[in-house]
């Protein structure tokens, strides 16, 4: 179990704009991820040190982002202005996760616009939808993973998290990561409903530098 990539979310109209400026800010460049078909989304993706990626993601208008939970909670952000949407682990057995939560997994697929097809399991994603602080998890099945498109020469340094979920700290792999002290992770605890929860900030590490991405 590892934290495979960092999720942000724009609106259909502003995904470019989000691409470059962020792209900017990490001194890397963003592929067109082609789209979801099943979960009615597109992304871009940029590569990032120590075999992670960070995706820019936006939903389209189309019926499978209304009937999808991953559809639905990518419109559920943009709807909210966008930014952070989750943080992501992924399993070489996504099984043993199934049996912990008791629900099963769905399968995922994306075409990238010179015609590779990429396809993986994802689990987890209505715990997301119910508070975005909450990872989802991923099992990839083709071997072309995105943190291989592209030169990576930022890496994640600290994620800092809002949360009033305590049984949080026990989601699968968030316990490993910690101990393994691979990259920091600051939470902030807070019962306050009209808080927004979930991740409020990513620090990279670019260079020497450290930039703040809220």
Not at 126 to 150: K, R, V
Request: with cysteine; net charge neutral; hydrophobic share 35%.
């Amino acid at each position: 179990m590892r934290l495979d990539h960092v999720s942000y979310v724009a609106s259909h109209d502003q995904i470019s704009d989000v691409v470059n400026r962020i792209g900017s800010q990490i001194s890397t460049a963003f592929i067109d991820g082609g789209i979801h078909p099943k979960f009615g989304t597109r992304n871009f993706t940029a590569p990032l040190l120590n075999g992670r990626y960070i995706e820019i993601v936006c939903p389209m208008e189309h019926p499978a982002t209304e009937l999808t939970p991953f559809g639905r909670v990518v419109k559920k952000k943009a709807n909210e202005g966008g930014g952070w949407l989750t943080w992501v682990f992924s399993s070489t057995n996504l099984e043993l996760i199934e049996k912990q939560i008791g629900r099963k997994s769905v399968d995922g697929k994306r075409k990238k616009p010179d015609g590779t097809e990429l396809s993986w399991k994802q689990l987890g994603v209505l715990s997301t939808l119910e508070d975005f602080s909450h990872p989802f998890y991923i099992e990839w099945i083709s071997q072309n993973h995105p943190s291989q498109d592209g030169i990576a020469v930022a890496a994640i340094s600290k994620i800092n998290i809002v949360s009033n979920n305590k049984k949080l700290l026990d989601a699968p792999g968030i316990n490993a990561i910690e101990k393994s002290n691979e990259l920091d992770i600051s939470w902030s605890m807070n019962a306050e409903k009209e808080i927004q929860m979930g991740i409020t900030s990513i620090e990279f590490s670019v260079g020497s530098q450290i930039v703040v991405l809220q």
